[in-house]
């Protein structure tokens, strides 16, 4: 089987896309991925072709702010989230798509798999059956898909538990209507009739579920909000397995040995601009603390970068190993990075979380919801709230035994036979329906 793989070059987004190659490939499958140059080398790594994006899309988001740097500057809120939707991702749907169609004129792919911000696919979902392959999008985000309590999907909200509070959310969903859904969506119709498809006739991110043949959300149902309505074609597959030795060992790796409680905290790799939102507060909630070890990541950054005064229970790193430090690790301060949450919650250690931008404050409503956590709501949490925070979740064992069934839920699905069942599958139907014809 041929598959080709399209992701976004963020590390959130890219990794994920990874690890499923590797599984792919490691059945015998012919793996290409399209991403952005600055992400060849971690993709030739894995043993998958690599493809660059037309330059208009080939990006390098390792530093998001350094190519919009207006990100700096937008607060947390509709507006945020609907530069993201218009900048980052609808305005690479032209060059999303000339790259995917090149591709396929090389490179006859049986299925697309791809992240489901990698809005370019849409214009192959829009038209017709017949001159695509398969495609499956993976949900590298909370699930996008309409509430049951009529909540706008990007608030962070909990599910409502009173008439009152649907009336609240029904208020607040009328003005997300019009500061986001309806500005988005007619900025989107305008891209999309740049590449020749016909207008998009219903809410994006409803669509980003809907339109594709499979999607498959990469968490456990325990971690999402109840939907009643949520279409057949949606699979929830558990944790993909961490990429192996990415990274080496830090000096300091044989300090975890048990003798004192690991707190890891991190901002990830995409809003890690600012220490100051999450590490440093916690470098200084820790920092009196004898019986707390602080291990710190930078997300790729150098850690000079990291302010200081840097105590002395504190060690630090530029990137770490996942799968030799989370089963080391007693609880996870976080601003709320979906695949990073989801890793920790597969080996059952319980979070704080701190983080109102992208989708963040989406995943932190539902870490605080299922009761593996506490969630902070704001971006700029202070060191008592977090020392607060973090004594709780180290002290308080109901966190630790909820974490703990939810990791058994990662545990019971098999995640690696999952992706080959459902790809294969896919791609089955899709043979059956005859070979498609690659327009340029």
Known sequence: MKVLIAAIPLTGHINPMLAIGRILMADGHEVVVLSGSAMRKRI????????????????????????????????????????????????????QHKGMRQVLQEFSADVIITSALFLGVFSMLLGPRSERPAIVLCG????????????????GLPPA???????????????????FVEPVGRYLNNCMADVGVAPLSMHILDAVVALPDVFMELTV?????????????????GALPIIPNQT???PWADE????????????????????????????????????????????????DAIPGPIPGNARLASYLPFEW??????????????????????????????GLTEDKAEVNARVAWSGVGIDLKTNEPTPSALREAIRAVLDKPNFRARASALGKEFAAIDTQSEILRIVKQVSRVSTDRGAPVYAK
Do not use: C, M
Request: hydrophobic share 45%; no cysteine.
């Open 140 to 155: 590298t985000n909370p699930l996008f898909w309409h509430r049951d309590d009529g909540a706008p999907g990007v608030a």
């Open 221 to 237: 149902p325990g971690l999402e909000f109840p939907r009643r309505d949520l279409p057949s074609s949606v699979h929830f597959i």
């Open 44 to 95: 030739e790594d894995v043993g998958a072709s690599f493809r660059a994006l037309p330059p208009e899309a080939d990006l390098d988001l390792g530093n998001i702010v350094a190519v919009f740097p207006e990100l700096k500057t937008i607060p947390p809120g509709p507006e945020l989230v609907r530069f993201y939707f218009e900048h980052v991702f609808i305005d690479l749907i032209p060059p």
């Open 325 to 354: 430090l989370l089963p080391k690790v007693d609880a996870f301060v976080t601003n709320g990075g979906f695949g990073s949450v989801n890793q920790a919650l597969s080996f059952g250690v319980p979070l704080v979380t701190a």
């Open 248 to 250: 080496s060992l830090p």
């Open 161 to 179: 538990t009173s008439e009152a509070q649907r009336k609240e959310y029904a208020a607040l969903a009328e003005e997300n209507r019009k500061a």
């Open 256 to 303: 975890l040995d048990g003798s004192r409680k690991v707190v890891f905290v991190t901002q990830g790799t995409l809003a890690n601009h600012n220490f100051d939102q999450l590490i440093t507060p916690t470098l200084a909630a820790l920092a009196n603390e004898p019986d707390i070890l602080v291990v710190v990541t930078a997300g790729g950054r150098p850690i």
